[in-house]
């Protein structure tokens, strides 16, 4: 909710997409990141 908030300030009306964007990115890309990190230390077994 911060990050929409201080999009509008930022961008006006458009700047709550940007800033709900720009959060919900961060978290991906740091769960692709831990998956990749997690995939490469534990191997599957067969």
Excluded: Q
């Excluded at 458009?14 to 961060?26: E, K, N, R, S």
């Excluded at 740091?30 to 997690?38: K, S």
């Excluded at 490469?40 to 067969?46: A, D, E, V, Y």
């Amino acid at each position: 909710m911060h990050a929409a908030m201080a999009g509008v300030e930022e961008y006006g009306v458009f700047g709550v997409f940007i800033g709900i964007f720009d959060l919900t990115a961060a978290g991906i890309s740091a769960a692709i990141l831990f998956a990749f990190l997690v995939a490469i230390i534990f191997k599957p077994r067969s």
